[in-house]
Nanobody
Framework: QLQLVESGGGLVQSGGSLRLSCAASGFTLDYYSIGWFRQAPGKEREAVSCINSSDGFTYYLDSVKGRFTISRDNAKNTVDLQMNSLKPEDTAVYYC??????????????????????WGQGTLVIVSE
């Protein structure tokens, strides 16, 4: 059974850091494009960051550029999202998603997002003032 599980969420003060991890079971993440998404209360889900399978291309939402970094750890079969200088507006449930399309991340443009085949259940991040 193919499964994604997010971890690393929690409560942090503004300016702090968290590292989210997306772990896979049943498949190897290196062969998939992986996206991190978030959904804040009352808002639509948005794509925060993404990394291609084939060429390492990465995407970041404008509001997180310079603060968030996506990376693969193939030995652990995880894709991590390092989040620094967190702001209260980063508060949301964060989800990771995977899709076998090799260059899917290149379709992200800050408005909506393409369909990803596999999704995790999410991890809550709360950034206090």
């Amino acid at each position: 059974q193919l499964q994604l599980v997010e971890s690393g969420g929690g409560l942090v003060q503004s300016g702090g850091s968290l590292r989210l991890s997306c772990a896979a079971s049943g498949f190897t993440l290196d062969y998939y494009s992986i996206g991190w998404f978030r959904q804040a209360p009352g808002k639509e889900r948005e794509a925060v960051s993404c990394i291609n399978s084939s060429d390492g291309f990465t995407y970041y939402l404008d509001s997180v550029k310079g603060r968030f970094t996506i990376s693969r750890d193939n030995a652990k079969n995880t894709v991590d999202l390092q989040m620094n200088s967190l702001k209260p507006e980063d508060t949301a449930v964060y989800y990771c998603a995977a899709d076998p399309l090799l260059r899917l991340c290149e379709l992200l443009d800050g408005v909506g997002y393409p369909q990803f085949k596999y999704w995790g259940q999410g991890t809550l991040v709360i950034v206090s003032e």
